[in-house]
C-alpha cells in the first residue's frame, strides 16, 4: 500500500445563508412572509416598509385610522378559557372553588373537551377527587354548552339537556345506549326500545345539528382567512394569472453610503451600513425571484390543467411535482417549496396549489387523477338515495361503468375514508 498525495478536481455546492434565506423565503406562505419583512425592517435601519392600499392581514379604513382601531378592537374575540373566566365573576366563590375551577379551565383543550383524568388533577391541588368532579359539574353548566364534556357522548348529552324543548327518548338514547345509536344499529333498538325506527331517524337529525366541538369557536385560528396569492382569470378565450403584488409591502432600501459623510469616516460604521444594503437588496432580489418561480409553476400549472380551469374540478389530470420541475429545469424541491402554503383563485373557488397535483388510478387511463375520481366519488355519493345508499363495490361497479374508471373496492374504501365519508350503513336514512 502506497501512501502519498493525491489531487483531486470536484464540484461541491457550499450553501450560503443568503441562499438558504432565499429557500426558505419561496416556501414561507404571504403572511410568514410579511411578518419576516417587517422583522427584518426593524433590525435594518436601512429598510423602509411602506404599506400597500390592500393588505390582506390587516385592514384599513378608508375613513380614518380612529375608525379602524375601533373596527378592529370590536372584532377581537375572547378564547375560549377566557370566556369561561369571565363566566365566573358573577359568582361568588370560595378560593378552594375558584383554584379547582381555574384548574380545569386550565386542563380544558381547544375542543372544550376535558381529556386529563380528575384523580391526577385532583392530586394537583390536593383535593378530593369528588370534589373536584362537582365544580367539574358546575364549569360544565357555563357557556357553550358542551364545555368540559370527557367523551362526545357526554358532550351531546350536556346541549340536549340545555335544550328549550328537552327530548327525553334523545337523552336516553344518548345515555344508555349511545354505541348502537352511533353505530346505526337502529333495527335491533327499536325493538329494544319498542320505537320506531323513523323516530330514531328523528333523533338522528337533531343531534346532527348539535356541536361535536363546543370550543373551537373560540379559537383565534377561526378568524384567520385565506388571501389568495395569485387569480385565474378567463379572458377572450384564454387564461391569465394575475399576481398580487398588493399582498406584499412596498421596500425602500435607503443608501447612507452615499450621502452621509460621516458614515464614509467611520470604518466600523462603513462596514455594518454596507452590510445592512447588502441585506437590504438580498431581500428585494429574493422576493422578485420568489414572485418569478411562483408564476413560472403557476403557468405551467395552468397549461397541464387547463380543462379543469375551463371546466370544472372534475376534469383534474395528473400531475406530480417532479414533471413541472423537469419542464422548468428546477429541482423537485424547489417546486415543492413554491406551492407550500400558497392559494389561488380559480372560476372554481379558491383553490391549493397542492390541489393539483395528484397520481393517476390507472396505468392505461393516464388523463384520470386521484383527485378527480374522489371528487366524482364525492358527488355520488351526495346525489344517492339516502334510504338505500351504495356500498363500496357498487360505487366501483357504477365508477366503471358510467364514467370509465376502473378501480376496485379497495381503492373505492380507501378514497371514501380519505374523504371521511362514513360506510353504507352509517350513511342510511329511514
Excluded at 133 to 144: A, G, I, N, R, W
Aim: contains cysteine; glycine residues 2%.
Amino acid at each position: 500500500m502506497r501512501i502519498g498525495l493525491v489531487q483531486e478536481q470536484s464540484l461541491k455546492l457550499n450553501m450560503t445563508q443568503e441562499l438558504q434565506q432565499a429557500i426558505a423565503l419561496l416556501q414561507y406562505s404571504s403572511a410568514d412572509l410579511l411578518s419576516y419583512v417587517h422583522e427584518l425592517a426593524m433590525e435594518n435601519p436601512l429598510i423602509e416598509v411602506k404599506e400597500t392600499y390592500r393588505s390582506p392581514y390587516r385592514q384599513v379604513s378608508k375613513n380614518s385610522d380612529k375608525q379602524s382601531f375601533i373596527e378592529n378592537t370590536c372584532k377581537e374575540k375572547a378564547s375560549l378559557r377566557e370566556h369561561l373566566r369571565s363566566q365566573l365573576i358573577d359568582f361568588h366563590l370560595e378560593k378552594k372553588d375558584r383554584d379547582c375551577l381555574s384548574l380545569l379551565i386550565d386542563a380544558i383543550d381547544s375542543n372544550g373537551y376535558l381529556k386529563d383524568c380528575l384523580k391526577d388533577l385532583a392530586s394537583v391541588i390536593d383535593v378530593s377527587e369528588e370534589f373536584l368532579e362537582s365544580k367539574l359539574y358546575f364549569l360544565q353548566s357555563l357557556e357553550p354548552a358542551g364545555v368540559g364534556a370527557r367523551s362526545l357522548q357526554e358532550c351531546i348529552l350536556l346541549q340536549l339537556r340545555r335544550l328549550p324543548a328537552r327530548n327525553y327518548l334523545a337523552e336516553t338514547i344518548v345515555e344508555q345506549h349511545f354505541q348502537a345509536f352511533a353505530e346505526k344499529s337502529w333495527k335491533e333498538l327499536s325493538k329494544r326500545l319498542k320505537i320506531k325506527i323513523i323516530e330514531i331517524q328523528a333523533i338522528h337529525e337533531l343531534i346532527k345539528k348539535l356541536e361535536p366541538r363546543p370550543g373551537l369557536k373560540y379559537e383565534s385560528d377561526d378568524m384567520s382567512y385565506v388571501t389568495p396569492d395569485m387569480t385565474i382569470e378567463k379572458v377572450d378565450h384564454k387564461l391569465h394569472i394575475i399576481y398580487h403584488d398588493e399582498l406584499m409591502p412596498q421596500l425602500i432600501i435607503h443608501h447612507p453610503l452615499q450621502s452621509d459623510e460621516a458614515v464614509k469616516e467611520e470604518n466600523d460604521t462603513r462596514d455594518y451600513y454596507s452590510k445592512k444594503l447588502t441585506q437590504g437588496k438580498w431581500l428585494q432580489r429574493a422576493i422578485q425571484q420568489r414572485k418569478e418561480t411562483m408564476v413560472n409553476v403557476m403557468r405551467v400549472i395552468v397549461e397541464k390543467q387547463e380543462d379543469f380551469f375551463i371546466k370544472g374540478r372534475s376534469f383534474l389530470k395528473p400531475l406530480t411535482l417532479k414533471s413541472i420541475a423537469d419542464l422548468l429545469d428546477v429541482h423537485e424541491s424547489t417546486v415543492s417549496r413554491a406551492v407550500k402554503d400558497k392559494y389561488v383563485q380559480t372560476p372554481h373557488g379558491l383553490i391549493s396549489m397542492k390541489t393539483f397535483f395528484s397520481t393517476k388510478i390507472d396505468e392505461d387511463k393516464g388523463d384520470v387523477s386521484s383527485a378527480a375520481v374522489k371528487i366524482k366519488l364525492a358527488e355520488i355519493i351526495s346525489s344517492e338515495n339516502k334510504q338505500k345508499p351504495l356500498s363500496d363495490q357498487k360505487l366501483a361497479n357504477l365508477l366503471k361503468n358510467d364514467y370509465d374508471i376502473r378501480i376496485s373496492r379497495r381503492t373505492v374504501t380507501k378514497y371514501r375514508e380519505q374523504l371521511n365519508i362514513p360506510t353504507s350503513a352509517v350513511r342510511k336514512e329511514y
